[in-house]
């Protein structure tokens, strides 16, 4: 560390900043790709009202979004130029779609040989 005590003091400053701003950098990478670089909810997940239930990209600059806000939704294009509501007071849809049965080899082959 000799060469540190040999260097002017100007060097030595931008050296430890540029380790410092290394430093940060690294930790604000890592903390991004662990998930946690986000800001903390404020409330517990239960006791939100509000609820972004589906998005979708419309081209570069615009989303529809989907909003549920006490059991009501909204749909909102999103914009670059501000935001535009589409359709208030949409009532959530409460029964589930059915998904068809699913046809085993085993039913397809008895389907076929009693036709």
């Not at 000799?2 to 903390?31: K, Q, S, Y």
């Not at 359709?87 to 008895?110: G, Q």
């Amino acid at each position: 560390m000799d060469f540190l005590e040999n260097l002017p003091d100007l060097v030595r400053l931008i050296l430890a900043l540029a380790l410092v701003v290394a430093l940060m950098g690294g930790l604000a990478f890592v903390l991004k790709q662990l998930g946690l670089a986000g800001a903390l909810p404020s409330k517990p997940a239960e006791a939100k009202r509000l609820k972004v239930l589906e998005r979708l990209t419309l081209d570069t600059r615009r989303q529809l979004v989907l909003i549920e806000r006490d059991s009501t939704q909204h749909l909102v294009i999103l914009g670059a130029a501000g935001e535009t509501v589409v359709e208030c007071d949409i009532k959530p849809v409460e029964a589930a779609v059915e998904k068809p049965a699913k046809v085993t080899k085993a039913k397809a082959k008895s389907k076929g040989a009693s036709a």
